[in-house]
């Protein structure tokens, strides 16, 4: 079955400062790929997600970009936070079920 | 519009207690519905998937049952460990390969000792 590694577990970055998160994949080849976005509360956002290398599909307009250069690899960016990036970001991936990772708490200060 | 409706959106049960979840969804050719359970900070962990109407799965004091228009998640005598937010989710119809999740918003489950 596959795990989902996910890092950092905490970040806390300024306004307008970079932003790179790593999602990587164990025990399993080729997966869907998945970034979702869970602000206060309790609902889950689809960002962005990916069904093979170099190929992003966007969900919603934002200050994010994401990239997949790697089968098992899924990186979450952005040139400049923003105070509304702030949030709970989880990786996912689809074998033969969906699995998430343990999540990245972002604070833009 | 391919929807996903949880309610109640917190629920508190004195531990022992037995009581439902639900899940509503508007989605039209359904190709699964997932029940998860999430701990504050962390990922959400899965714990069943239902196909078709009639189908229940068990798993310790939860067991999920799927109609055609909605989930309910049944908790019997439950623990305080059982405390959590449940969260349900089905794939979009329209998503083909991509099959990404729509979630419902989930319940925040408190059980007190």
């Known amino acids: 079955s596959q795990t989902i590694h996910q890092w950092p577990a905490t970040l806390v970055q300024p306004v307008g400062s970079p932003l790179s998160l790593e999602c990587t994949v164990e025990?399993?080849?080729?997966?869907?790929l998945y970034w979702y976005r869970q602000a206060a509360g309790r609902g889950l956002q689809l960002l962005f997600y990916s069904v093979g290398i170099g190929q992003i599909s966007s969900e919603v307009p934002q200050n994010l970009s994401a990239s997949r250069p790697q089968d098992r690899q899924f990186i979450l960016s952005s040139k400049k936070l923003l105070l509304s990036d702030s949030g709970f970001y989880l990786c996912a991936g689809l074998d033969s079920g969906y699995t998430f990772g343990s999540g990245t708490r972002l604070t833009v200060v | 519009e391919d929807q996903v409706t949880q309610s109640p959106e917190a629920l508190r049960l004195q531990e022992g207690e037995s009581s439902s979840l639900n899940c509503s969804y508007t989605?039209?050719?359904?190709?699964?519905l997932f029940w998860y359970r999430q701990d504050p900070g962390k990922g959400p962990e899965f714990l069943f998937t239902l196909y078709s109407a009639g189908e229940e799965k068990e798993k310790e004091r939860l067991k999920a049952t799927l109609t055609k228009k909605e989930s309910f998640l049944h908790i019997t005598a439950p623990k305080p460990e059982d405390s959590a937010t449940y969260l349900c989710a089905v794939p979009l119809p329209s998503s083909g390969s991509a099959r990404q999740l729509t979630f419902g918003s989930g319940t925040q489950l408190t059980v007190l000792p």
């Open positions: 989605v039209s050719g359904l190709r699964g």
């Open positions: 025990g399993t080849s080729n997966p869907n």
